[in-house]
C-alpha cells in the first residue's frame, strides 16, 4: 500500500521498561508480537485495517521472531488459516471487519470453534456499529454464542486491550476454543499508553518448524460423529474451563462506589463513554472514580454467573447497559438473577433506547431515568437542567442552520477513476432508457449519492453480479452490475462470475479496476502491480481470469475515457450476443496516485527538478451556468462562483484549486457537448530554458493577436 507506518513500526520493536504510546488497534498489534503468535491473518476493514498494514510493513520484525503473515484474499480465508491451530500448539490471530466480515467467515468459524483448538486462536474484530458505521447494524455476539466462542470486549484502556489480547490467547488454550476480541471503532481509534515488554518468539515458528504434521485424530474435524462429543465437550468442559480463567485472572472488573445498593453491569467497550454520562450527573470523575459501584465485563460471552449474583446479591437495582438488539446479556442476567433466587430490579432496554448506538447522550438520558427511580435522594436536577439546555440550544441551532444549510453526502475523492463511469451510465441510459443497476460494497458504492443517485441494490461485498442473476431474466432490459477488483478478488469471481457463466446470465458486469481495496485504506489485492512483500505483481490478471472461466465479451477500457465508455456499455446493454458481457474499467485509485505523485513531487521540486503539473479551468465568459457539468461529473473540485459578468445572474462554474487534472471535466464537456468553456492549463516547476522560451513566443503570439498586449511580461508560471 502507499501510506507508510514507518513511525508506528518503530514502537513494535519496544522491549522491557519501554512504554508504547499510541492507538488502540497498533497497541494490539504490538500485544500480537508479546504473546508469542506464530502466524497473523485477515482481511483489510474499517476499523482494524492498520492492525495487517502495520504488520505487512513490519516484514523484518516479523522475520526476525519467525512469525508467518498471510494477507488473505477475504475473511473465509481468514478465518480458515486459524486451522492451524487446531492440531499444532501454534498461537494464531486472524482480523476482519464485523458484522460483514464475519457473516463472511462464519462457515470456517463455526468448523473451527466445533473441533476446538489446542494452539490459541484469536480474532480481532471490528465492531463497526453505530455512528460512523458503514455496514449493518448488526453484533457479533451471536456468532460467539451459537459457535460457543468466547467474546471479549476490553474497555478502551491500552492497558486492557493489550491485556485482553494476551489472556485471549490463554483463555483459548486452556479452553480449547478460539476467542474473538471485539474492538469498536473508539476502542480501535482510542489513545494512551501501556507498559511495553519485549517480542517473545513462537516455540513454533517459520523460524521453528514442526518436524512432521500431527497423528491423524478424526475428533478433530468437525465431521459427525465427532460433532455430537465437540458439542458435548463445548458444553461440559471447554465452557466451565473458560468461567474459570475468567474468574481466576480477573477479567471482568468491579470498580467500587458508595451507592452499594445499586449498580450499573456495562459491557466492557461503552465502559469510557458510561463514565462520561456519569460525569454529566455529577456521579464520577475524570479518572473513573463513581459512586455507582460497576461490574465491566471485558468478557461479555460467556458470562460467570456466581459473578454476576455476587454483585446483584446485595444491591437492589443494577442497570444493564448493553448496546444493541436482541438484549442477549440483560435476558441472561434475568435468568441468573431467577436461578439464584435474587430479587435485585433489573433495569436496562427500556430505560436506555432498545437499539443504535449508546452515545453519551443516550447513556445519561438513561442513567437520569435510573437514578431518579432508584436513587431518588440524590439530586441530579442541575444536571438535569443543564443536560435540558444543551439538547435545546442544540435544536435552536438546527432550525437556524437547518434549511440553509445543503447536506452533504460522502463524494469520491478529486480526480477518482470510477467517476466518469457514472458520467458514462448517465450519457449511455440518456440514449438506451434506464436499467436495473446492482450496486457492490467499495468506493463505487459512492455513486449511490447525488448527483449520480445510481443502484437500486447492495448485497455484499463482491455480490453485484450475483444480486442481479434474479433480476435480469425479468426485465426487457439487460441489468448492469456494478463490481470493484477487491470485490472481484473476494467473492465476485465465483459467487457473480462463475454462476452467471453455470447459469447461461446475459447481464452486464462492469469491474473497475483501480488497483486497490481503496475503501479500506488502499491495500494491495492479487491484480496490483505490486505485491505486498516484495513490490512484484503477484500475476493475477483479471482479464485473463475472465477469459479462463469461459467469458466471452470483455472490454478493457480507460476509466476516463468517457466516449469509448460510453459506446461500450450501449454496446453490452442492447447487443444481441448473448452470455455475459464485461467491462474492466481501469484507472489507478488517485488516492494513491497523488500519495505517490505528491511525494515525488515533493523530491524533485527540492532537487530542482522540472515538475509539470495539469489543471482545469472553466472560460467565465463562456459558461452558459447551465452546470450540466457538475451534474454529470460531481467532481468536488467543481463549484460555482458568481458571474462576473453585471448583465447575467446565473453563477458561473468555476474549477477550485484542488482539481487534480484527471481530465475528466474536458471528456464529459466533449462526450456530453457540454459547453467549449473549459480548458486545460499546465503549471510549470522549475521551467527549463525551452520552456521559458516556449512560454515567452506563446505570450507574444497571444498578445499579438489581442491587439498589441504584451503577456509575455507576465512571470512563467512556477517561476
Ligand atoms: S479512494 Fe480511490 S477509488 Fe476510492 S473514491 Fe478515492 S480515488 Fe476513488
Ligand atoms: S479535471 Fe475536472 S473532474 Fe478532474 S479533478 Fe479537475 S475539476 Fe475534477
Redesign the pocket.
Known sequence: MERSFAKEIESLRLGDGDTFRGEGILAVTKALLQSGVSYVGGYQGAPVSHLIDVLVQSQDILDDLGIHLETCTNEASAAALLGASINYPARGCVTWKAIVGTNVASDALSNLASAGVVGGALIVVGEDYGEGASVIQERSHAYAMKSSMWLLDPRPDLTTITNSVEHGFALSEISNTPVMLELRIRACHVTGEFPAKANVAAKVSRNSRLPGPSAFNYDHLAHPPATFMQEKLKLEQRLPAARKYILDHGLNEVMPGDLNDVGIIVQGGLYNALNRALMNLGLADAFGQSRVPTLVLNVTYPLVPEQISAFCASKRAVLMVEEGSPDYIEQAIHAILRKADLNTRLHGKGMLPEAGEYTIEALTRGLLAFIKAEQPQIDVSTAEAVFGSALENRKTAQALIGPTLPQRPPT??T????RPVFTAIKLAEREIGKVHIAADIG?HA?ATFAPFSVGHSILGYGMSLASAAGVGPLMNKRSLAIMGDGGFWHNGVLSGVASALFNRGDGVLVIMQ?GYT??TG?QYIPSSAGNRVDGQPSGSDIESTLKALGVQWVRRLRSYGLKDMTASLKEALTTARKGLKVIIAEGE????RQRRLRSDETRALKAGERVLRTRFGIDDAVCTGDHSCIRLSGCPSLTIKPNPDPLRTDPVASVNSGCVGCGHCGEVAHAAVLCPSFYRTEIVHNPTLWDRLNDRFHRAVIGWLGGGRNPAAQPVAGE
Do not use: T, Y
Not at 589 to 592: D, M, R, T, W
Open positions: 469520491f475523492c480526480g477518482c477513476p470510477e468506493c459512492l483501480n481503496s475503501a488502499v485509485c488517485q488516492l494513491a
